[in-house]
């Protein structure tokens, strides 16, 4: 039985690859099909899918500055949005219930409420497996969709104590004092070293953080994030975040498997979700002028809102336990599950080609812009700029240091994360914020003095597509790139880039040749090659 659980899971994902599609469509599909022909869901299928929910928090707080949420676009943004919702598609779900009450099952003024904030969360999984597939987690966008699916995770728990009235016990009080306890989780991870301990370290204190939450009264996945935040800027967050991707990632699928097993639709109740499935539409318009007015610009309105809309699986949570109180007919969560379906095969779909559609209707969104810019949206522009190297990690940092030596002070280094950027900076680097895929950034810089641009980056599609930005931008300079497989370099050298070189290939070569000058001389070592060429 569980043989048959991996391989239609691989075989949906697998044709959802083929079909350019992301995976999690293929996976969510595999779910419904094993549903239909009549297999009954593992029993530990949710804890499966529980777990991923929980790693994915806590690699997410890793990442997570907390100061992001005391920003007025955020806070504001979630709570008008919010408000605004409930009362628009309470509107529109009562009218279409007067209109089409077969369809509807004559749904209440009270079940339609229900069903309006329901709908009003976004997916925090499907958001942030979908931004970070992209690579845009610590952009401003994936930052700014982060920091509203945050705070309506806040809002949930709120509604949970509400609902259920099930009060946190005094002794959530003492969470508190974990504040204190974040050099030694820091410490921890330190000590566990680079073997299999590390990942280890991150289940125990994923998992640890839920299990002490839910003891106290307080959502889990609340604790698995909570203490990712706490266990977040030191040396081993990063490394601790990247050995627990694909864990997370295969803990995931056994989410999006039980989506599937909510239960079979009729046609009545499949015609409800596309209904359900149109409000996207506004959740889209909603968010973006909710974003236009908090003066965010037009292509992280854009993308931030076009990534927030659709369903949450939280909207499950709520109506199972307003059906269990008889506030709503329980064949609703029926609709929603399949609604939720539906929404993440447009938002995967949809944000796959965000950027181009951004591209393609930039003209038309840039009047909605604001003049007036917030501070984090204020480009720099380096000076006495000739080579630019794009992506400040590990392999962008140490191109920068090489050519640095070689060339000084007209070296910089851009980065979209801006925590990495001004940590670099006190080290007194020569970095700056921008993403490398925004247009405007391109348009508002001066790239007549740059000679060349390394993309230190490990998305090829972002390569691919930074350097599309740069031809538009008339860019005249070279473009160099890094690959870690060679159909990865075919790609990009058709892509426009002039040169691509091999990650691990050119590491080898590297390695060589500084270890070569330990017993040579550089003249030596020139000498040496001169003989062996005549």
């Known amino acids: 039985m569980d043989f048959i659980w991996i391989l239609f899971a691989f075989a949906c994902g697998m044709a959802a690859k083929l079909a350019n599609l992301p995976s999690l469509i293929g996976y969510l599909s595999a779910g419904f099909i094993l549903h239909f022909i009549g297999l009954e869901p593992l029993q530990n299928l949710n804890t499966l899918a529980q777990i991923g929910i929980s790693l994915m928090l806590f690699t997410i707080g890793l990442k997570l500055d907390v100061r992001d949420l005391l920003k007025r676009e955020i806070w504001l943004s979630a709570a008008s949005h919010m408000i605004v919702w409930c009362w628009l598609v309470f509107a529109l779900i009562f009218l279409l219930a007067l209109i089409f009450a077969p369809v509807f099952f004559n749904i209440s003024g009270s079940s339609a409420a229900i069903l309006a904030f329901a709908l009003s969360f976004s997916s925090t999984v ?223 779909i949809m944000y796959r080609s965000a950027h181009s559609y951004f591209a393609r209707f930039k003209t038309h969104l840039k009047p909605f812009e604001s003049k007036l810019r917030l501070k984090e949206d204020v480009y720099l522009q380096p000076k006495d700029t000739e080579i630019l190297v794009l992506g400040m990690g590990r392999v962008g940092r140490g191109a920068y240091h090489a050519l640095h030596q070689l060339v000084g002070d007209r070296v910089w280094g851009m980065d979209a994360n801006r925590d990495r950027v001004k940590l670099q900076k006190r080290e007194g680097m020569h970095v700056f914020p921008g993403d490398g895929e925004d247009p405007d950034v391109w348009e508002n810089l001066d790239l007549s003095n740059i000679k060349l641009v390394l993309l230190a980056l490990p998305s090829v599609q972002d390569s691919h597509n930074i350097t599309q930005q740069l031809r538009n931008a008339n860019y005249p300079g070279k473009i160099a790139a890094i690959a870690r497989y060679e159909d990865e370099k075919e790609k990009l050298l058709h892509s426009g880039i002039d040169a691509v070189f091999n990650f691990f290939t050119e590491a080898g070569t590297g390695f060589a040749e500084e270890s070569l000058l330990m017993i040579e001389s550089p003249a030596d070592f020139s000498q040496d090659a001169e003989e062996v060429t005549v």
Request: with cysteine; net charge neutral; glycine share 10%.
């Open 126 to 348: 499907c958001i942030l497996k979908i931004l970070e597939d992209s690579g845009e987690l610590t952009t401003r966008h994936g930052r700014l969709a982060i920091g509203i699916l945050i705070m309506q995770d806040i809002i949930a728990v709120l509604y949970l104590v509400l609902v259920t009235g099930k009060v946190p016990s005094f002794w959530a009080i003492f969470l508190v004092g974990l504040w204190w306890l974040r050099p030694a989780f820091q410490k921890l991870l330190e000590y566990a070293g680079h073997s299999e301990l590390l990942p280890l370290a991150g289940f125990m204190l994923a998992l640890g953080g839920y299990e002490l939450f839910e003891l106290v009264g307080i959502k889990g996945d609340l604790g698995a994030l909570a203490v990712g935040i706490l266990a977040a800027g030191g040396i081993k967050s990063a490394e601790l975040a990247k050995s627990l991707l694909g864990f997370k990632d295969l803990f995931l699928i056994g989410f999006f498997l039980s989506i599937g097993f909510t239960a079979l639709p009729d046609w009545s109740m499949l015609m409800a979700a596309l209904f359900l499935a149109a409000f996207l539409i506004f959740k889209f318009v909603l968010f973006f002028f909710i974003f236009v007015l908090v003066r965010l610009r037009i292509r992280t309105t854009f993308l931030a809102a076009l990534a927030l809309s659709n369903y949450s699986e939280f909207g499950l949570i709520v109506l199972a336990l307003s059906a269990n109180l008889g506030l709503i007919d329980s064949r609703w969560l029926v609709i929603l599950a399949l609604a939720i379906s539906i929404s993440f095969i447009v938002t995967g």
